[in-house]
């Protein structure tokens, strides 16, 4: 594109203004996080975690947010659900109306009703999943439609019923790599405007196949696109309020693309977290009413 059809804001060397808006989350602390099985590939049972760090390693994340004047709501922790600080899996919701997640796996299907009730006392429209599905671990709202992972735990099925509960465009990606076996490890949505419209997203092109692959360059030419380097330290797990955006710390060529789009990275280090697989968006609900 010629230099002079690009927007004043977009010029190489100058960096765009970028504007935070309030959000909302639900956390979970992790008072009783450990790893005891073994679901995805960064989990190893026989590895021993550290629960304090991981309690300290998560109030830097709630810390940062309250710092930056978002709102964090807090789901009670229960014991013996260790994985239950991810919980962006539990559900997800858009236009106050909340899909409830139902987990691929036993070991975590007990989750679901602790975010069932929490949505129920908070005035959430609660929809029921008759999928599989895992919330905002695989679903994600950017600038008005809904992109929705597959592949290793949520399914088809539940992707055909956002498109109905949240009468939205829903785009479908196919994942093919274990590692990242949700969506919101190989993807991060770093505009969301309310309205519609494109919205920016940063991703691991070769975490999707070639369909899915054609259709983020299709839909999202402007992406920030991550090396492996920063993926396989679960950089994409990273959220974003439009400026500030939480980021693994040693993410460092995301970090530096992150700042040369004008975004505001802030370096947070969750590693003790990421023996369950799980990073910063993880441990993120965000709730839109
Ligand atoms: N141990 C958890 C699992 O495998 C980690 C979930 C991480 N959450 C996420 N949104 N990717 O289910």
Known sequence: MPADVLLE??????????????????????????????????????QPTDTALAVRQWESLRDAYLALGHTVD????????????????????VDGKAYIASFAYP???????SFRRWFAENDFEITEPESVNEGEGDFA???????????YRSTAGSHAELEKVFDREVLSLTLVDPRFYHLDVALTVLDSERSAGPGRIAYLPHAFDDASRALLAERFPDSIIVTDEDAEILALNSVSDGLNVMVAAGADDY???????????????????LKGGGGIKCCTQELRR
């Open 9 to 46: 804001t977009e010029m190489p060397g100058t960096r765009p203004t970028r504007t935070p808006t309030p959000r909302h989350y639900l956390m979970c602390r992790p008072d009783h996080f450990t790893v005891e099985y073994r679901i995805n590939p960064w989990m190893d049972p026989d």
């Open 107 to 113: 070991q975590r299907q007990p989750e679901a009703e």
């Open 74 to 93: 807090l789901l009670e922790p229960v014991a013996g659900l260790v994985d239950m600080v991810f919980s962006a899996n539990g559900g997800f919701a």
């Open 141 to 151: 709202y950017v600038g008005g439609v809904i992109l929705a992972g597959r592949g």
């Open 255 to 273: 970090i530096r693309q992150l700042a040369e789009h004008g975004y505001r990275p802030v370096p947070l280090d969750l590693s003790e977290l």
